[in-house]
C-alpha cells in the first residue's frame, strides 16, 4: 500500500522530481504544494504521510519542520546536485534522509524505503553533530557593548556550562505594572556570580524592557537573534554566550523585540529551543516574560495561527519554578489574586508570590500584615516575599544603567529580593558589600 505524499519543492526540479515520485510503489502524489504556507495547511488538514521539501524552499527551518513531524509526516529533503551546505542544512533541521533533486529512481526508492523504515521522527534537539557543522549563510552575531562598558570580562558562562542541568526561573506578573521587570532584573543580579553565572532572558511580547533597564544598546542581537539561529538549527552554548552580552560579573542578557510588532518571531518552537540551550550554558535563567495567558487563536483562525503569548506560554511551561508578582496597592493585589487562578491553569511548577513596592500610603498602616492578611483570605497565600518601596533607588539604578545591588547596594528593597533569590536559587548568597555608599543608603 502506497502512502500518499506532499511535494514543495522549487520549480526547477519540480517536474522532474514529482514524475520519478508517481513511479514508485510506495508513494503516491496527491498534493503539489506551491510554498510553504500551503504545505503546513495541507498537513494540518490531515492530507498526506510523506511531504518532499527542497533546502531552497522559501521560509523553510527547524520549526517548520518540526510542524510537519508533529504532524505525523514523514520528511524527504532534496537539495541542488553537489550542494554540500543545503544538505548539512537539512540536516539541521532534523531532516533524516536527504537526496539531491536529480537522484535517479533507485536512489528515490532507496530513500523512500528507509525514511518509511524508520518511521516517524521522534522530538529531539539537532545533534552535536549538526549543531557543530558550518553555519551556512548565517553569521554569528556579534557581542553588544553594554553602555557601561562591563562586557568583554572573559566567559564564565561558556566555562561553568551545567550540561544540560540548568534551572529555569520565570518571572510573571498580572496586567499593569507590578514590577515584574525589575525583579526579574534584580533577582538575576542577586543570584549571578563568576563561578555561578545567570542568563537574563526577556520573553515580554508587549513591552519589553531589559536592555532599556540595564543601559543595553538596541543594536544587542537579543532573543531575536536567538531564535533565529534556533530556527536554523546553528544555536549551541558557545553561540548563546556570544549572543548574550555580559552587563556584570555572571550576568548575561539576552534582551527583548525592540518593537511590539515582531511578536511574531517569537515563535514557541524556537523559544523552547532557545530555553533549552540556556539550560546547557549555565546553571539558572531567569525570564522576564509578559502578563497575558490567553491562548484563543484557534477561535479566530482556522489553521494553525502563531500566537502572541506563545513566548510567556513556553516560558512558563519550561520553568522550574514561577515567580509571581504584585504591586502593594488595592487595585494591583486584586489582579494578583485574580491572575494566581490563571497562573494555575497553565503552570504547575512551584510559585514563589512577591509583593512589591512595600508602603503605608497604599494600604495603610502596617502594610506587611495587611498585605499578608489579604493574600491569605482571598488567594490563600501564606507564603509572601514583601519587596520595600524605594523608588529614589530604582531611578537611580535605572538612570545608571545598573541593577540595585551596583547602583544603591544599601537599598531596603534589596532585603525582600535577596529573600527571593535565595529562594529561586536554592543556594545561601554571599553577604551583601559594605561600603561608604551603603551605608550612607541605609541611613537614608
Known sequence: MSLPLLTAVTPRFEAELVTRLGSSRAVHVVRRCADLAELLGTAAAGVGRVAVVSAELRGLDLSAVRELHERGLLVLGVHRPDDEPAERRLRRWTVRVVVPADADQSQLDAALAELIEAGPAPEHRPSPEAQASESLGVTTPHTAEPLDGTAGEGDPSRESAPDGNGRIVAVWGPVGAPGRSTIAVN????????????????????????????????????????????????????????????????????????????????????????????????????????????????????????????????????????????????????????????????????????????????????????????????AGVTDVVLVAEDQAGVDAAVLAGQTLREARPGSPARTGLRELAARVGGRPLAPPRHSRLARRDARA
Open 187 to 378: 533577582t538575576a543580579a542577586e543570584l549571578a556570580e563568576p563561578g555561578h553565572p545567570v542568563i537574563l532572558a526577556d520573553l515580554d511580547t508587549y513591552g519589553a524592557s531589559v536592555a532599556q533597564l540595564l543601559a543595553v544598546l538596541d543594536e544587542a542581537p537579543g532573543i531575536a537573534a536567538a531564535v533565529r539561529a534556533a530556527d536554523q538549527g546553528s544555536l549551541t552554548p558557545e553561540a548563546l554566550s556570544t549572543i548574550a552580552p555580559e552587563v556584570s560579573p555572571g550576568l548575561r542578557v539576552l534582551t527583548g523585540m525592540p518593537r511590539p510588532d515582531r511578536w511574531t518571531e517569537l515563535r514557541e518552537h524556537a523559544v523552547q529551543d532557545v530555553l533549552a540551550t540556556c539550560v546547557d550554558t549555565v546553571p539558572l535563567t531567569v525570564l522576564d516574560t509578559g502578563f497575558c495567558l490567553e491562548s484563543d487563536e484557534e477561535l479566530s483562525f482556522d489553521t494553525a495561527a502563531p500566537r502572541r503569548n506563545g513566548a510567556t506560554l513556553a516560558a512558563l511551561e519550561a520553568a522550574d519554578e514561577v515567580v509571581a508578582v504584585g504591586a502593594a496597592d488595592p487595585v494591583s493585589l486584586q489582579r494578583l489574586v485574580r491572575g494566581l487562578d490563571q497562573l494555575a491553569e497553565v503552570t504547575s511548577a512551584p510559585t514563589s508570590v512577591v509583593v512589591n513596592r512595600l508602603r503605608s500610603g497604599a494600604v495603610g498602616r502596617d502594610p506587611a500584615r495587611r498585605v499578608r492578611e489579604a493574600l491569605e483570605r482571598f
